[in-house]
């Protein structure tokens, strides 16, 4: 089944509009962590980005954990007799 025009044109588009956030991303960062990097680095970077970013975001959308409140820190006593405190 053929694609009409007008189809290929968003797609391309949208590909496009998706390619030039991640380059500005890419970009951002590394101006963040002021970190150099050449355009063939840079491009290398913003496929990498792109291809694990769903992946990564993925590991956070997980239905079941949603009202879970991670443990930061705990404090356990090593000694015995004494009682492990709540953490805060």
């Known amino acids: 089944m053929a694609v009409p025009a007008e189809g ?3 797609a391309s588009t949208e590909e496009t509009a998706v390619y030039r ?3 500005v991303r890419v970009r951002s960062l590394l101006a963040a962590a002021f970190l150099p990097a050449s355009e063939k680095q840079i491009a290398g970077l913003v496929a990498s ?3 694990a970013r769903p992946g990564v975001d993925g590991l956070f959308d997980v239905p079941e954990a949603r009202y879970a409140s991670p443990v930061l820190e705990r404090r ?11 953490p805060a």
């Open 8 to 10: 290929r044109l968003a």
């Open 21 to 23: 956030d991640v380059t």
């Open 49 to 51: 980005y792109a291809a």
């Open 76 to 86: 356990v006593s090593t000694r015995p007799g004494e009682r492990d405190e709540e």
